[in-house]
Nanobody, 122 residues
Framework: QLVESGGGLVQPGGSLRLSCAAP????????VAWFRRAPGKEREGVSF????????HYTDSVKGRFTISRDNARATVDLLVDNLKHEDTATYYC?????????????????WGQGTQVTVSG
């Protein structure tokens, strides 16, 4: 239902734009989040956006560096990741929830993409 793109290999301080597309889902009806799972760690939510795009939330470790946005007309949600650090290396997943606002729990999300790899090295 969700397809991520935009991952890659970057040096510390670099930037990437991750994109989440929903070709078969009415994405405007869902709040969306980006989660990540680093090697040996639990999956964590990093950025959240409400269905309208008016509400956003970021985990503390990415505040000021990550920006989530959405274009409901195009059914896409982007995550601009700036000033990347080694600890940002992870597989990044987008997920959609039918709940309003910016739900935080993994269990709130019913649709998931396959993930896109972000590696910060150098």
């Amino acid at each position: 239902q969700l397809v991520e793109s935009g991952g890659g290999l970057v040096q510390p301080g670099g930037s990437l734009r991750l994109s989440c597309a929903a070709p078969t889902l009415t994405l405007s009806a869902y709040s969306v989040a980006w989660f990540r799972r680093a090697p040996g760690k639990e999956r964590e939510g990093v950025s959240f956006i409400s269905s309208s795009g008016q509400l956003t939330h970021y985990t503390d470790s990415v505040k000021g560096r990550f920006t989530i946005s959405r274009d409901n007309a195009r059914a896409t949600v982007d995550l601009l990741v700036d000033n990347l650090k080694h600890e940002d290396t992870a597989t990044y997943y987008c997920a959609a929830s039918p709940l309003s606002g910016t739900p935080m729990a993994i269990s709130d999300y019913v649709y998931w993409g396959q993930g896109t790899q972000v590696t910060v090295s150098g």
